[in-house]
């Protein structure tokens, strides 16, 4: 069964209904301007469900001014059982998990519908970040936004990674495929993406556009990088590798940034190192040219180095985090142990 129609209970064909699910925890300040985009599509929701991951901010009060439906979980467990509780209560045809950070631009519902009509090998269209941030607050969520935008555009087509912050799918796939890992508050979409990809496959799409509201203060940016990147080389480097699969990073941009950082503390102390660092700077501005070339279209000229700037200090976060997470795979057991228990 396509998702063009579904069989009523007359017997005639209808146009497949969607169920927007929304997992929640404590994004108050963004989650009227998500459920707001929700109410201007072009191609209205059957059903708006918020799956509030026990939240202690008011973002209950804020959902309960939408028409939607709010499921309250009595203690937080995760994006994952969020996304599943809400999936479970679901009566569309069609899922859309959407993050509630983000506002989807009029038309993304019903591309998405159109998108998996046309093509029924599809178990999962998903879509790319706006250019401009869902909320303007500094350089650092300019930063995130631009590069958010630049790398998913890039990856537009098909390809073996599914991100759920803008996904549409076929319910009857998800039931099939099964929910989210329960246990897994990060990487989960690159483990959901394994298990989904080997039965079906995804597209990410340009026709479904979500503005974000990324995390605008340094420090918190890049501990969640570091956080995230933990769990590249144990879980995510075997997905990485597949054809197609989508890197927000090159390899090669990591390690000219990790070399860069690494050696000018000696290269000061030691003039003659001076060209390690160097090189390794001039390395990494290389790594991605059309990201810089995009950022000086987007913001202009003056805001390149700044962008270079927290760039660098992403990748030697990543890279660090990277290193962190494979010790810890080594002698932490429990690290990640659902994942492993699924070899990925």
Avoid at 218 to 226: I, S, V
Wanted: hydrophobic share 50%.
């Amino acid at each position: 069964m396509t998702a063009s129609s579904v069989p009523a209970a007359d017997g005639a064909r209808r146009s497949p209904r969607v169920s927007v699910v929304i997992p929640n925890y404590n994004y108050a300040a963004t989650l009227g301007l998500c459920l707001a985009s929700l109410a201007a599509q072009t191609l209205p929701a059957f059903e708006v469900i918020v799956s509030d991951d026990a939240s202690t901010d008011n973002s209950v009060e804020v959902a309960e001014g939408f028409d939607c439906r709010v499921l309250r979980a009595p203690r937080n467990g995760g994006v994952s059982m969020a996304r599943n509780a809400g999936a479970a209560a679901a009566r569309g045809d069609i899922l859309f998990f959407l993050d509630s950070d983000q506002a989807l631009a009029p038309d993304a519902l019903e591309n998405a519908v159109q998108l998996l009509s046309e093509d029924p090998r599809l178990g999962c269209v998903h879509g790319i970040i706006a250019a401009e941030p869902l909320v303007d607050d500094g350089p650092v969520e300019w930063y995130r936004t631009l590069h958010a935008h630049h790398w998913r555009l890039k990856g537009v087509g098909p390809t073996p990674t599914a991100y759920f912050a803008a996904a549409a799918m076929p319910r009857a796939v998800f039931e099939e495929v099964g929910p989210f890992e329960p246990a897994l508050r990060d990487s989960e979409d690159v483990e959901y993406s394994e298990r989904l990809a080997a039965r079906y496959g995804i597209l990410l799409t340009d026709r479904i556009v979500a503005a974000h509201d990324e995390e605008h203060r340094l420090g918190r940016m890049l501990r969640e990088q570091f956080r995230r990147a933990q769990y590249l080389l144990p879980f995510a480097a075997a997905h990485r590798r597949r054809p197609g699969a989508l890197r927000a990073n090159s390899e090669l941009g990591v390690v000219a940034a990790l070399v860069t950082v690494g050696t000018a503390p000696l290269a000061v102390l030691v003039p003659a190192l001076m060209p390690l660092p160097a090189l390794g700077a001039v390395t990494f501005a290389a790594a991605d040219p059309s990201l810089l070339a995009f950022v000086r279209r987007k913001r202009g000229i003056g805001f390149l180095p700044l962008f270079v700037g927290l760039h660098l200090l992403v990748n030697v976060q990543i890279a660090l985090g990277a290193a962190t997470g494979w010790v810890r795979s080594r002698f932490d057991r429990d690290f990640g142990a659902a994942l492993g228990a699924r070899g990925v």
